[in-house]
């Protein structure tokens, strides 16, 4: 079965500092993939995706790098504010035309006041 | 962000209960989800439903579980015969189409005693 992991189960960064959070995937078929933010007591908060015809894309404040050859994603947060503490999500579709996610075990981001 | 809801926000129920969780719909929403988590762990599929029927079901959606859509109204999950494993956030997903971005509800706490 596919596997999404996560290299670190924790981060803590001061505010205002830059975030990344880093995911691994097993499956190389996966061609979509999402970052998800899960604030305490709710669902997961889409914050960013990329297909695999791309190896970045930009949002506000996040950026997704997408490295097929390693089969790594990586999510940077630029200037951390105290509301992007949260566990953060990676997953993958599996495969063309899988229309599921698979889900990674996650990172819970602190930002330091 | 299209806005998901779920209800009940949280449940409670006696182990061997039969209970039924729903999803409200978006109207331009053709593909419904539901996803687990429990305590702790990773978002797990269960299943995706599609033109009123299912479309993919992961190892974990077994007999005791059941998804409809009657009459293009709630979208619900049904478990016949809790289970004290079954102690999870339930979240309804949806999307646009095959391969769009799937936004998640608030879930369902659901706790089997």
């Known amino acids: 079965g596919e596997s999404v992991g996560l290299h670190l189960p924790t981060l803590s960064v001061q505010e205002g500092d830059n975030s990344i959070i880093n995911c691994a995937y097993s499956?190389?078929?996966?061609?979509?993939f999402i970052w998800y933010k899960q604030e305490s007591g709710k669902g997961p908060q889409f914050i960013i995706d990329?297909?695999?015809?791309?190896d970045k894309r930009q949002g506000q404040r996040v950026t997704v790098l997408l490295n097929k050859t390693v089969k790594h994603l990586s999510l940077q947060i630029a200037a951390t504010q105290p509301g992007d503490s949260a566990v953060y999500f990676c997953?993958?579709?599996?495969?063309?035309?899988?229309?599921?996610?698979?889900f990674g075990t996650g990172t819970r981001l602190t930002v330091i006041p | 962000e299209p806005e998901v809801t779920q209800t009940p926000s949280h449940q409670v129920t006696q182990m061997g209960q039969e209970v039924i969780l729903r999803c409200v719909p978006i109207?331009?929403?053709?593909?419904f989800y539901w996803y687990r988590q429990i305590l702790g762990q990773k978002v797990e599929f269960l299943v995706s439903?599609?033109?009123?029927?299912?479309?993919?079901k992961s190892e974990i959606f077994d007999d005791q579980f059941s998804v409809e859509r009657p009459d293009g109204s709630n979208f619900t999950l049904k478990i016949r015969s809790t289970k004290l494993e079954d102690s999870a956030m339930y979240f309804c997903?949806?999307?646009?189409?095959?391969?769009?971005?799937?936004?998640f509800g608030p879930g369902t706490r659901l706790l089997v005693l």
């Open positions: 439903f599609y033109n009123n029927e299912i479309s993919e």
């Open positions: 990329i297909r695999s015809n791309m």
């Open positions: 997953a993958e579709n599996g495969g063309t035309g899988a229309n599921n996610l698979f």
């Open positions: 997903a949806r999307n646009r189409g095959r391969g769009e971005t799937q936004y």
């Open positions: 499956n190389s078929a996966s061609d979509y």
């Open positions: 109207s331009n929403h053709l593909y």
